[in-house]
């Protein structure tokens, strides 16, 4: 790709805004990017001056933000959004796992996948937590089509051995056998990485959890992603379950699989015990706040995840969630946190982080995308309304981009999305797809 000079209106949070840090706004920015990654960031004009002869690219008009990332998502649910009245366990088995089942048909698998990732990017997601399928073929039709479009995924099998349908069982022997072929192809390959990732312990055997600690082992580059306390009447099935935990969590420490590589989604109903573990870990939640509302599985105790230190990110949780918007999922947990008990009161800048680089700590790509900083990649999104959308009438008359950033918030959905880049290339053009 050509290197370029940017000039947008840029938001973003280098430092975490929830422990001092704050929103950095420039409003005539210049960012030159050099072979997809960021070489300098400042005012347009002194920019300008010092690289006279780089080609310029105008996103004025609009706000330029890095890279959405969604922390927890889940690809083979694309067909069956949006199952409203039923509880968690209902929701599965009547909803959710026989369209799983589906994709044992690798073509069917390809289908759902070319518009899991479409939805993804034209929604200005870059990196994304995905939660695959339980088919080795439909996982690998997930790694190919990220790969095709340029999607930064983490990804992994989903493996499960009871109480799902017996056609989405693995054995731990076959479940060991395929993790591994598909580390050996997918993960570090492009912008791919693998987790592993059982889809609970309610659904995993002992022998199941300990296939899962032989491929970390094995790959300790490898991230680990999982649900943990979502519903009460899951728990009270893993309590059934594992007689000997005294919690969920420590249903996956048994198994050496809660560390700084971890990402554990929902953990609304978690004890003081099980925050202080998970920070002692460095492990990371993703907190899901449109799929917890309408699954009602309750309020995410922010407050208290942030008084204990551990690391939260958003996710939007297709398809017990509502949309593939990663900015809406902030407004949801804004309002949530509104209503919730002890609820924390957010401001734009803690929405932003939550949406971007938070989301990029939890998958272990700070080092990569998460914000504008000097030596990352160009992940960018640009909010730039359409012409006559409700939020171009806010972005036209408001005194400030943080402002602008709360409409964004409040206002934005895909069609406000005009393009997307990742690593400088631009895998989203609104007024090309
Ligand atoms: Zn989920």
Not at 262 to 273: E, F, I, K, V, W
Not at 348 to 354: G, H, K, N
Request: aromatic share 8%; proline share 4%.
């Amino acid at each position: 790709m050509p290197d370029t000079l940017y000039r947008a209106s840029l938001l973003h949070t280098p430092q975490n805004p929830f422990k001092g840090g704050s929103l950095e706004a420039i409003s005539d920015a210049g960012i030159v990017v050099q072979s997809g990654k960021i070489v300098a960031v400042g005012d347009f004009s002194s920019l300008r001056t010092l690289y006279p002869n780089l080609e310029s690219t105008d996103l004025r008009g609009g706000l330029l933000l890095p890279g959405l990332v969604d922390a927890h998502v889940h690809y083979p649910q694309v067909r069956v959004i949006g199952a409203l009245g039923m509880t968690l366990l209902d929701w599965l088995e009547l909803n959710t796992l026989p369209e799983e089942a589906r994709l044992s048909d690798v073509s069917y698998a390809r289908g759902v996948a070319s518009a899991f990732v479409r939805a993804l990017l034209m929604h200005g997601t870059t990196s994304a937590m995905v939660f695959g399928a339980h088919f080795a073929g439909a996982q690998a039709a997930l790694f190919e089509e990220g790969a095709a479009r340029g999607l930064r995924v983490v990804s992994g099998q989903v493996l499960s051995d009871r109480l799902l349908r017996p056609e989405l069982h693995q054995t731990p022997t076959s479940a060991l056998e395929d993790g591994r072929a598909l580390i050996q192809r997918f993960h570090g390959v492009g912008r791919a990485q693998y987790a592993v990732m059982p889809r609970f312990s309610l659904s995993a055997s002992e022998a199941m959890l300990e296939v899962c600690q032989q491929l970390m082992t094995e790959t300790p580059t490898a991230r680990f992603h999982t649900h943990i306390n979502e519903n009460v009447d899951e728990i009270a099935t893993v309590r059934r379950l594992f007689p000997w935990a005294r919690d969920y969590l420590e249903t996956y420490e048994r198994y050496d699989l809660i560390g700084s590589r971890s990402l554990l989604a929902h953990n609304l109903h978690a004890s003081t015990s099980e925050l202080e573990r998970l920070s002692a870990a460095g492990s990371s939640v993703a907190h899901c706040p449109c799929s917890n509302a309408a699954i009602g599985s309750g309020f995410f105790g922010l407050g208290r995840h942030l008084q204990h230190n551990v690391r939260v990110a958003l996710g939007t949780d297709i398809g017990g969630g509502t949309g593939y918007g990663v900015l809406k999922e902030a407004l949801q947990a804004y309002s949530l946190q509104r209503l919730a008990p002890d609820g924390v009161t957010m401001n734009a800048a803690q929405m932003l982080y939550l949406s971007t680089l938070a989301g990029a700590e939890a998958l272990g790509l700070e080092g990569t995308c998460g914000d504008f900083t000097v030596g990352k990649s160009f992940d960018a999104v640009w909010v730039k309304p359409r012409k006559g959308d409700p939020l171009e009438q806010v972005f036209q008359h408001a005194d400030s981009l943080q402002r602008m950033l709360s409409a964004a918030f409040a206002l934005a959905g895909s069609e406000s999305i005009a393009q997307v880049w990742i690593e400088g290339d631009c895998v989203h053009s609104r007024e090309t797809t």
